[in-house]
């Protein structure tokens, strides 16, 4: 598994989610999931959708998009990393991978792929941008940004229609 070829905890959870409808190009584009958190406090200003990633709220992503880009902030109940991924089926294979987290107080995001064995690499395109990230001792909180077509085959589209997207384990 991805995780643990990085030094990482293993498995994945993952996650499909239906067909949205409503504004604009991509709000179809992705299901995902936002946590407001006493201690870590969000700066979801401005985001339009949002959803829980797992049963309890320890997981979640809130996202914006413009015709050309998208903005994802998630937050979870962990600390050392965040792992999020886009999936053409849900399962890990060719997975679009992004890896973060706060380490010694600076923030780091990394974009990494999955081939058709599972096996994980670094992306030499790295298509996503981070804008900020900050942790405290129960929850780190990543935003991060992508182009919605980057050309990079590396990468995952993210289309209007049914987006399936993965996360780490015990989310």
Same mark, same amino acid.
């Given at each position: 598994? &991805?995780?643990?070829?990085? *030094?990482?905890?293993?498995? @994945?959870?993952? %996650?499909?989610?239906?067909?949205?409808?409503?504004? +604009?190009?991509?709000?179809?584009?992705?299901?995902?999931?936002?946590?407001? =958190?006493?201690?870590?406090?969000?700066?979801?200003? *401005?985001?339009?959708?949002?959803?829980?990633?797992?049963?309890?709220?320890?997981?979640? %992503?809130? &996202?914006?998009?413009?015709? !050309?880009? #998208?903005?994802?902030?998630?937050?979870?109940?962990?600390?050392?990393?965040?792992?999020?991924?886009?999936?053409?089926?849900?399962?890990?294979?060719?997975?679009?991978?992004?890896?973060? +987290? %706060?380490?010694? *107080? #600076?923030?780091? @995001?990394?974009?990494?792929?999955?081939?058709?064995?599972?096996?994980?690499?670094?992306?030499?395109?790295?298509?996503?941008?981070? @804008?900020?990230?900050?942790?405290?001792?129960?929850?780190?909180?990543?935003?991060?940004?992508?182009?919605?077509?980057? =050309?990079?085959?590396?990468?995952?589209?993210?289309?209007?229609?049914?987006?399936? =997207? #993965? !996360?780490?384990?015990?989310?």
């Amino acid at each position: 598994m &991805w995780p643990q070829r990085l *030094g990482l905890p293993s498995g @994945l959870l993952p %996650v499909t989610f239906p067909n949205m409808r409503g504004k +604009g190009l991509l709000s179809a584009a992705l299901l995902l999931a936002t946590l407001l =958190c006493s201690v870590v406090r969000s700066r979801g200003h *401005g985001f339009q959708h949002s959803a829980a990633l797992d049963g309890g709220g320890r997981y979640v %992503v809130k &996202w914006k998009f413009n015709e !050309t880009s #998208i903005t994802f902030e998630v937050e979870g109940e962990t600390r050392g990393y965040i792992g999020f991924g886009l999936s053409p089926n849900g399962a890990m294979a060719s997975a679009d991978l992004v890896i973060g +987290g %706060v380490a010694n *107080g #600076i923030p780091y @995001l990394h974009d990494y792929f999955a081939d058709s064995s599972r096996g994980v690499h670094k992306d030499p395109v790295q298509s996503y941008k981070l @804008l900020y990230g900050k942790e405290n001792h129960t929850h780190t909180v990543l935003g991060f940004s992508r182009d919605l077509q980057t =050309c990079d085959p590396k990468d995952i589209a993210i289309t209007v229609g049914e987006n399936h =997207c #993965i !996360t780490p384990p015990n989310t």
